[in-house]
């Protein structure tokens, strides 16, 4: 007759982990986006803080390098300002080669300034002018921004699906893709830590393939564009050498990949908010270069409910 060596405690223990991993398992495979964006903006904090924050202004320093396809590395501010849907967003470096960026809804109408000294927008800027879904959703910027979509789903009518859990950089976090209501050629996820719910990631690609017969015209108009820093030149926000159309027509895919990053949460006036923001923005042309350019940006002060000039948000 055999006996088991294990006691019958050991045995009722081994069961019950298995059971928790087995319901853990499930537990993921389950889950709905909106129960992920309930947790994320519990996260955030309280309804009653979370609605109560009528405007935000977020202030800090911004570096700006660019890591592949050129040379580059600036130092300046940047300031975020947010009243409901509206939103400006500019970083400024004190070069009159390029001068940063500026971002701006009124929440209907998007304006994205020419910043370079040939009075063209950036790779970026122009980026963002023709998808500019982006600023008008609300996404850029994450909860540093009152116009943050997740914080009012139901009126912006985005279509939520959870993709599943994703290795990203060997963290684990959880997918979750967002569809406008306006259809975009974008494709966007948001990522969120499975542990804490926070939103840490959103990243939007879009791929132009040849032979389709049409460009984004915004994007095809992205000529050259340089600048002279000394003995080095630096891509004003990733350098283009020839348009999109151009490197379409010539047979290989172009691809653009912009990805924002949130850490180092704090907690301010009841709402827990990234601090460090990085934006990353690669752009790889048809038979043609490839440039990787960041900017980092550290928030030294937020300040919610603050008395703001209508002007911050006009559009012209």
């Known amino acids: 007759m055999y006996t088991s060596r294990f006691p019958n405690w ?96 009124d929440g209907d109408k998007v304006r994205v300034a020419a910043t370079t000294s040939r009075q063209n927008r950036s790779s970026l800027g122009q980026f963002v002018f023709s998808q500019d879904v982006i600023v008008k959703e609300g996404l850029l910027g994450g909860e540093l921004s009152t116009a943050w979509p997740l914080l009012n789903l139901q009126e912006r009518k985005a279509k939520l699906s959870y993709e599943g859990e994703k290795t990203i950089d060997g963290k684990k976090l959880l997918d979750v893709r967002y569809k406008p209501k306006k259809s975009s050629d974008l494709d966007i996820h948001l990522y969120f830590e499975p542990d804490t719910y926070r939103h840490v990631m959103t990243v939007y690609t879009l791929r132009i393939r040849p032979g389709i017969g049409h460009v984004d015209e915004q994007l095809s108009n992205a000529q050259a564009t340089g600048a002279d820093l000394g003995p080095s030149p630096i891509a ?68 919610n409910n603050v008395t703001l000039d209508p002007k911050n948000f006009e559009v012209k």
Not at 265 to 281: A, E, M, R
């Open 10 to 105: 050991m045995l009722s223990t081994a069961l019950f982990v298995l059971w928790l991993a087995g319901a853990s398992l499930s537990y993921g495979e389950n889950l709905k986006p909106e129960d992920i964006v309930a947790k994320s903006l519990d996260s955030m904090g309280t309804t009653q803080v979370r609605t109560s924050a009528k405007s935000r202004v977020n202030e800090g320093t911004v570096q700006f390098r660019v890591l592949s396809g050129g040379v580059g590395n600036l130092a300046g501010k940047g300031v975020l300002v947010s009243q409901g849907r509206k939103l400006q967003f500019f970083m400024k470096f004190p070069n009159n080669d390029y001068r940063g960026e500026q971002f701006v809804t």
């Open 236 to 303: 004003t926000g990733g350098v283009v050498t020839e348009s999109s159309e151009t490197a379409t027509a010539h047979g290989s895919e172009t691809r653009y990949r912009l990805e924002e990053h949130f850490s180092d949460f704090k907690t301010v006036d009841g709402l827990t908010l990234p601090s460090h923001y990085n934006i990353h923005f690669t752009q790889e042309l048809g038979n043609g270069p490839t440039t990787v350019s960041e900017w980092d940006i550290t928030t030294d002060q937020i300040n």
